[in-house]
């Protein structure tokens, strides 16, 4: 009986130095926590619309995106309304938290290079192509063209993007019918986002692809062994 209640009162004498250790652990584990950042910088930045900071840093970090210097080629037509959309689309992409790299003709082609070559170089380096289409670019050559070009690169890809201002579905061009576009109209800023989500939704089954692929290859060697 004694024993125990010796125990009792050198247990009640040591719970306040325990308080203490707990409240100091606790203090220090907060200022460690305010001073080390829960995210890393690169995840914070790449953070878009329509997908977790987990899946963007999934499809914007792999190696494959950076296969190809562009993100997104934007074509248009020399009108200026047109090509204040295009800017304004350009800036919007490629601002914090997106990130993503875009080529602007007016902007990123070289001087005094071929037109022809400066615009099917900048396409095969792309891995998606907005379109920004408006009655000026159905009725511009070079539109046109590069229009074409992506086409033949790769129809029904998905790496094709329809944006509609200012058009009525009579000019919309008629080689675009199977792909769903983004009308401008119902709001540029969504219009904008959904062009995001289009490069992200890519990326991610780019990767998706080539891992299986690897898995395959993998099991098949493995089986010849």
Known sequence: MQGWFQ????????TPREQESNARQISETSVSSALTPSMPTSSLQNSSPGATPSRQQFALGSELRWKRKYDVFVCHSTAHPDIEEATHLVSFLEASPHGLRCFLWQRDTCPGGAISTEYCEAVQNSHLRALLITPSFVQDGWCNYMMHQALAEGPMSRRMIPLVKNLSMSQYPKELKFYYYIDLSRGTDRGYMLVIKAVISYLEDL???????????????????
């Open 207 to 225: 990767v998706k692809s080539e891992m299986q692929l690897n898995c395959s290859m993998g099991s098949s060697s493995g089986g010849l062994d």
């Open 7 to 14: 125990k009792l009162l050198k247990s009640r004498a040591t």
